[in-house]
């Protein structure tokens, strides 16, 4: 396990513990005490538990990669905004939940957002809109609703994915590069728009 007290390594720049076999909640909180972090990879450990509200108030972080942790819950909370600096969020294969809150649209460096494969549901909060530096945007494999084509507007997104394919498609998008669905089989299928 990760000791708490790397949490109090105050000019640490990064912490990349990503394809380790870590178990547990993250043991540290990022706060304060870790003014210098800008990059905090822990993907594909075993982590468990929600992430600390303290994470999503750290002004100089830019990386967040949480991906294929399978058991780590929660919501995103509206405490988000507080991410000024944020150019890539990575929560995939997760167990998260809730709906997206409305505040994430403050994250006007937001390049890469991957929520695929979660619990998340609801409408996406039209203030997404506002995430005009946003490149990389993946949502299928959860139970979004509604319409995306409010991100359709003038923009560069290479990649958009979502659960827009097939007879159980949720979301409806025009402009997804690829729309996913489940298969009579109980598979995954994702295909380019």
């Known amino acids: 396990t990760l000791p708490p007290s790397l949490g109090l390594l105050s000019n640490l720049e990064e912490i990349l ?46 990386v967040i990669d949480f991906t294929r942790n399978e058991y780590l819950n929660g919501t995103i909370p509206k405490e988000i905004s507080g991410l000024n600096n944020l150019k ?10 809730g709906e997206v809150p409305a505040s994430i649209g403050e ?29 990389k945007l993946m949502l299928q494999g959860n139970d ?19 659960d827009c394919w ?9 402009c997804c590069t690829a729309c996913c669905g489940v298969t009579k089989s109980g598979g995954w299928i994702c295909a380019g728009n």
Not at 144 to 162: D, E, K, M, V, W
């Open 17 to 62: 513990m990503q394809y380790n076999s870590f178990r547990g909640p993250l043991p540290f909180a990022v706060d304060n005490k870790m003014p210098s972090l800008r990059i905090l990879n822990m993907a594909r450990n075993s982590l468990t538990g929600t992430l600390p509200l303290s994470l999503f108030t750290s002004t100089d972080l830019e």
């Open 144 to 162: 979004f609703t509604g319409s995306l084509n409010f991100l359709c507007q003038p923009r560069f997104i290479n990649r958009f994915s979502a």
């Open 166 to 174: 097939g007879t159980d498609n949720e979301v409806v998008c025009d």
């Open 88 to 97: 890539t969020m990575l929560l995939a294969v997760n167990s998260f939940s």
């Open 107 to 135: 994250l006007k460096q937001l390049e890469i957002l991957d929520l695929e494969i979660n619990e998340f549901t609801g409408q996406l909060p039209p203030t997404m809109a506002e995430l005009t530096s946003l490149k």
